[in-house]
C-alpha cells in the first residue's frame, strides 16, 4: 500500500524558514515526479512545487522555496525560506506514478499525503 506522511510543519514567523518531508513507502518513487501542493481555508489546494529530473516553482515561491528528494531515503523535501504570512496553509506531498505532461493540476497525482500545517505569523 502506498503511503505519503508529510512532517515539519510548524508556527514560523514571517521571514523565517521550515523545511517539510515527506517520506514514502509501498513503493519506489525514484522514477516518478513528486509535488508539494497547498491549500489555505476557503481556498482551492494550489500547486507550489514538483520535481522529476528538474525542478518546478509556483511564481509565488519561486526564488523562496526549494524542493529535493532523496531518493535513498524515498523522501522529498521543500526548504522555505523568507516565509510570509500568506504562505501559511495546509502543505500536501504527492506522487505522479505517469507522465501527465504537467506538474500543476492536483488531478494529475495519483497519491497524497494527509498534509502539515503551516503557520507564519505576521
Known amino acids: 500500500q502506498v503511503q505519503l506522511v508529510e512532517s515539519g510543519g510548524g508556527l514560523v514567523q514571517a521571514g523565517g524558514s521550515l523545511r517539510l518531508s515527506c517520506a514514502a513507502s509501498g513503493r519506489t518513487f525514484s522514477s516518478y515526479a513528486m509535488g508539494w501542493f497547498r491549500q489555505a481555508p476557503g481556498k482551492e489546494r494550489g500547486f507550489v512545487a514538483a520535481?522529476?529530473?528538474?525542478?518546478y516553482y509556483s511564481d509565488s515561491v519561486k526564488g523562496r522555496f526549494t524542493i529535493s528528494r532523496d531518493n535513498a531515503k524515498n523522501t522529498v523535501y521543500l526548504q522555505m525560506n523568507s516565509l510570509k504570512p500568506e504562505d501559511t496553509a495546509v502543505y500536501y506531498c504527492a506522487v505522479q506514478t505517469y507522465y501527465s505532461g504537467s506538474y500543476v493540476y492536483t488531478s494529475n497525482y495519483n497519491y497524497w499525503g494527509q498534509g502539515t500545517q503551516v503557520t507564519v505569523s505576521s
Open positions: 520535481i522529476d529530473g528538474n525542478t
